[in-house]
């Protein structure tokens, strides 16, 4: 069983900065992806970013390239996500994942899921 706690959330003006973080226990193997997707109120959850385990291969979403950053820390189990040049569209709620195999940008192919760490950018 694997546990994914985000944090690093709040609000923040258009063009700030942000880094979240995705802390993960229990039993992870070392060919465990992770991602990043969000939720914005009344729209499908959607990709972000993604991170094989070796941290050699990220996905970055269209929307976000160049601004976001995705990495991660495996000797502190930990997911990051920094966040550039906010935008009010960035706006939503942000998710960690996890799931065995390379790094996918759909939500459906993962098992492991926290709770979610609410992002604001006002307009």
């Known amino acids: 069983q694997v546990q994914l706690v985000e944090s690093g959330g709040g609000l923040v003006q258009a063009g700030g900065s942000l880094r979240l973080s995705c802390a993960v226990s229990?039993?992870?193997?070392?060919?465990?992806?992770m991602g990043w997707f969000r939720q914005a109120p009344g729209k499908e959850r959607e990709f972000v970013a993604a991170?094989?385990?070796?941290?050699?291969?990220?996905l970055h979403s269209r929307s976000v390239s160049g601004r976001f950053t995705i990495s991660r820390d495996n000797s502190e189990k930990m997911l990051y996500l920094r966040m550039n040049s906010l935008k009010p569209e960035d706006t939503a709620v942000y998710y960690c994942?996890?799931?065995?195999?390379?790094?996918?940008?759909?939500?459906?192919?993962?098992?492991?899921w926290g709770q979610g760490t609410q992002v604001t950018v006002p307009s």
């Open positions: 994942a996890g799931r065995l195999g390379a790094p996918q940008t759909l939500p459906d192919v993962y098992d492991d």
């Open positions: 229990g039993r992870t193997s070392s060919d465990y992806a």
């Open positions: 991170i094989s385990w070796s941290g050699g291969t990220t």
